[in-house]
């Protein structure tokens, strides 16, 4: 029994002579709608499957379903002029299939006698045979990828098909993986960067490294050009080729494999671009070790389909409609990228940037031309970041987004044009700590590894601009503002709530959080507080001024203090930092770090008290007028309905909603007075730290979203319990499984309690802190308010049915993805800190946070 391969996306092409059975081989073997026959064709457009005179009309209407089919990734077969369907396979970038059915001349000429719709006469079968017989050593020449050819009844009819996936499609593997950018014989700076992301070497007996494994089962993804211009190509190959066989890796082809092959194989090629060097070390090498490269380089797939079609990766990239197909054209531009086949002045090939216009679903990762930082551009991201000219070797972590790089060790290789990389080398053409207007006026778009491209719209940033410019802290010293908190779902019509805790909860178990942490929602103000373990640290990490050891700022970027608070708010951090030992604990902590040295500066996300700290001159200017104005006219009124009412006048319903609005004023006036004491210098002032956002020392440094939020209020709570100016405020707070009713039963009332005592509600967060979900990035946390809170929120009355049921109709779409969107540009701001990024680098980002404050957004959500 013959088993016929065919390509899962394919165009198979039925040959034989009339009555060698290609239709009942068809309906046998294919789906109904996978075969499309000319008969029928020439049915739909004349009515009469045997017109002849409706064949060019017919061959259309087939040519043209099956191309919409092969667009649609849909394997096809047909029974029709082979060259024009050869044509059109090319056209669609599959592969062509010819399966050849040639039965006993005498049984198709019986076939034919038996048929009642139309005979053809045995002459003509005998000639359709000759001519079969004569083209069938042509069939490949003709285009034909494979050929399947069954002769004889029997063979026909036990033939079985089989439907292998392309080489490229590996969409059933979701790793995760650790995508490399071009390496180019940099065996010590891959080697530095495997161990980065947690990889452990293995070595042989010459000390040669030639494999590597990640513990947590992570795989590498090389994106090509593993060769030439650096100076050690044959060890690059010999630790890859090792990766790739122990299954601890994987690899495309870029255009430098492609040329070695060529070269080991004997064919002219020119030695420019490092090759010569490559062939140099290899010529060192035992004659085995050069198979085994030539083997591998030339079994390489151009472009690997992967995660259920969620990432793609080829050397220089590919379009979307070029994902999971093959062709020449396909892997051209897998190879080589969008060219013109002209040259630059460098002599350099002239190439297309495809990737502005990409709009594809998959994220496409690739290399080939050297940028000088890894950046988004339409969800790809050029990890080529040339290592061999001085650059860096980079990859990204997938699917967490993240990008991770080492240094080059020095330039191995003069560029063919200048190249320049951010960070130090970038200063020869831009002062990294000057900031330039050009940078945030108009629209822009800032590139996250959380989000991808977050725009701000040119309004937006003219606004945040005169916000920034004027009443800002220094832009050295502002490294992060928080990102504004949905709240959580509207409760259910019938309840005397706005806001219950089972919402949230609800939206956290949708999302696939199995834990959540509910924390006190303090009754005061965002604060960003970056203190420094000395003057000295401050003044050179951040340029702070002579005396200040850092910084406490609003969530809008405003200074808290404009006198000698900050400085004494700061020593409490750093005296209770000293005595707890969390300068220590923190930097033996630091993720990928070896020395275990004390970090040298904190940033905290914390709630500083009370809340008439920094919205004095709102509470009185708007919350107690409106409650005094309240207050005074319900009295009045309820005054005199009282009176009338002692004189027998019927003003009893009046009375009863004038005693109720009078209820409400005092319930206004009521909420909002626990937020406001008096203060003396930092007397009555408590600050309550509950997330490390990040730290570090003289250069570099770690952010904290991967740690889970008990790590954060464990710090927090070191800091609160070493505090002798009893300053520091701890935050109370509740692990809740939102997929088990007793636990959410437990997190409600514990909301209830806290609210019930004049607590401002909670905020329900993720335990693990950054999650991902099926959607995407999880809300960071939902904040769940108090009904008497909200009334400071929506007015004195808004706990009336009427009022309740108007505001259910609220509409959070836009907060919730305005929340989101701020987040991932916060988590940008600090990698791009702790990386030691310029400052207008990091500016860009908190500057966005910033300006997306006046989207057009509820604020009272």
Not at 398 to 425: H, I, N, T
Not at 774 to 783: E, F, H, L, N, S
Request: net charge negative; proline share 5%.
């Amino acid at each position: 029994m013959a088993t016929l391969d065919l390509p899962a996306l394919s165009l198979v092409v039925l040959v034989g002579a009339s009555g060698s059975g290609k239709s009942t081989f068809a309906a046998r073997l294919f789906g109904p709608f996978e075969t499309l026959s000319s008969d029928w064709c020439r049915g739909v457009v004349s009515n009469d499957p045997e017109d002849q005179s409706a064949t060019d009309a017919a061959f259309d209407l087939l040519h043209h379903a099956a191309g919409l089919r092969l667009a649609a990734g849909l394997l096809t077969v047909v029974e029709h002029a082979r060259r024009e369907l050869v044509a059109l396979a090319r056209e669609h970038d599959v592969l062509p299939v010819a399966i050849v059915l040639d039965p006993p001349q005498e049984v198709c000429v019986a076939r034919n006698a038996a048929r009642t719709d139309r005979s053809v006469p045995s002459r003509v079968v005998t000639r359709q045979r000759d001519q079969l017989r004569r083209s069938l050593r042509g069939l490949g020449r003709e285009g034909f990828r494979t050929v399947h050819v069954l002769h004889g009844v029997e063979e026909i009819d036990a033939a079985t098909i089989e439907r292998r996936p392309l080489r490229s499609d590996r969409r059933d593997e979701a790793g995760p993986f650790d995508v490399i950018g071009d390496v180019h014989g940099c065996r010590g700076e891959l080697e530095t960067l495997l161990g980065r992301l947690g990889y452990v070497i293995v070595r042989d007996d010459a000390g040669r490294p030639v494999d590597a494994r990640h513990p947590e089962g992570r795989r590498a993804l090389f994106v090509g050009d593993l060769v030439d211009r650096g100076p050690d190509s044959a060890g690059v190959l010999r630790l890859v080729m090792g990766m790739v066989g122990a299954g601890h890796a994987l690899a495309v082809p870029g255009n430098h494999e492609a040329k070695l092959v060529r070269a080991l194989d004997g064919r002219p090629v020119q030695t420019a671009h490092g090759l010569a060097g490559t062939l140099a070390q290899l010529a060192a090498e035992p004659e085995e070790f050069r198979r085994e490269v030539r083997d591998f380089c030339d079994g390489l797939v151009a472009h690997l389909v992967l995660d259920e079609g969620r990432l793609v990766v080829a050397h220089a990239g590919l379009k979307e409609e070029y994902h999971n197909r093959a062709s020449g054209r396909v892997r051209a531009f897998a190879l080589y990228g969008d060219t013109t086949g002209e040259s630059d002045e460098d002599g350099l090939p002239v190439r297309l940037p495809w990737a502005d216009d990409y709009r594809g679903k998959a994220m496409v990762l690739y290399g080939h031309t050297p940028s000088a930082d890894a950046v988004w551009v339409n969800n790809t991201m050029c990890l080529d970041t040339g290592c061999v000219f001085g650059g860096r070797l980079s990859a990204l972590r997938y699917p967490e987004k993240e990008v991770v790089q080492v240094s080059a060790e020095q330039v191995w290789c003069e560029p063919p044009r200048p190249f320049l990389v951010s960070g130090p080398a970038a200063s020869a053409t831009r002062d990294p700590d000057v900031l330039d207007v050009t940078d945030v006026l108009g629209k822009r778009v800032v590139e996250t590894t959380l989000a991808g491209r977050v725009t701000v719209a040119e309004e937006n940033a003219a606004g945040a601009l005169e916000v920034m410019s004027r009443f800002a802290t220094d832009p050295r010293h502002l490294l992060y503002l928080p990102p504004t908190m949905s709240p959580c779902a509207t409760a259910p019509e019938g309840a005397d709530l706005l806001e219950h805790p089972a919402q949230a909860f609800a939206q956290y178990a949708s999302d696939g959080v199995d834990r959540v942490v509910c924390e006190e929602k303090h009754m005061g103000s965002r604060a960003v507080v970056l203190v420094c373990r000395t003057r000295e640290v401050a003044a050179a990490r951040f340029a702070l001024p002579a005396g200040s050891t850092g910084v406490v700022h609003t969530r809008t970027g405003r200074p808290f203090f404009d006198d000698a608070r900050t400085e004494e708010l700061l020593a409490v951090v750093r005296d209770a930092a000293d005595a707890a030992d969390v300068w220590a604990s923190v930097g033996a902590s630091l993720p990928g770090d070896g020395t275990g040295a004390p970090v040298d500066w904190l940033l905290l996300d914390a709630e500083l008290l009370p809340w008439s700290l920094k919205a004095g001159d709102l509470l009185r200017e708007q919350y107690a007028a409106v409650g005094a104005a309240a207050r005074a006219s319900t009295r009045a009124t309820l005054d005199t309905l009282t009176t009338a009412a002692a004189r027998g006048l019927d003003v009893g319903d009046l009375l009863e909603s004038t005693a109720r609005r009078a209820a409400d004023a005092d319930a206004f006036t009521a909420a909002y007075r626990p937020y406001v004491w008096a203060t003396d210098g930092l007397r009555g002032v408590r600050l309550a730290p509950f997330q490390l956002l990040a730290a570090g020392r003289s250069s570099g440094g770690a952010t904290f979203e991967q740690r889970d939020h008990l790590w954060h209020l464990g710090v927090a709570d070191a800091l609160v319990a070493a505090d002798p100016h009893d300053v520091l405020l701890t935050t109370r707070r509740l692990v809740v499984d939102p997929a088990d009713p007793a636990s959410v039963e437990a997190g409600t009332r514990w909301w209830t309690d806290l609210t019930a005592a004049g607590g401002e509600g909670m905020v329900v967060k993720p335990l693990a802190n950054l999650v991902r979900g099926p959607r995407g990035t999880v809300q960071p946390g939902i904040k769940v308010r108090g009904r008497e809170y909200l009334r400071i929120i929506y007015g004195p009355e808004y706990t009336t049915r009427a009022n309740l049921e108007r505001l259910r109709s609220r509409n959070l779409g836009r907060k919730r993805a305005l929340a989101l969107r701020e987040y991932a540009l916060g988590i940008e701001a600090l990698h791009r800190v702790v990386a030691d990024e310029p400052l207008w680098r990091v500016h860009e980002a908190v500057f966005a946070v910033l300006a997306l404050e006046s989207e057009p957004v509820d604020p009272r959500l």
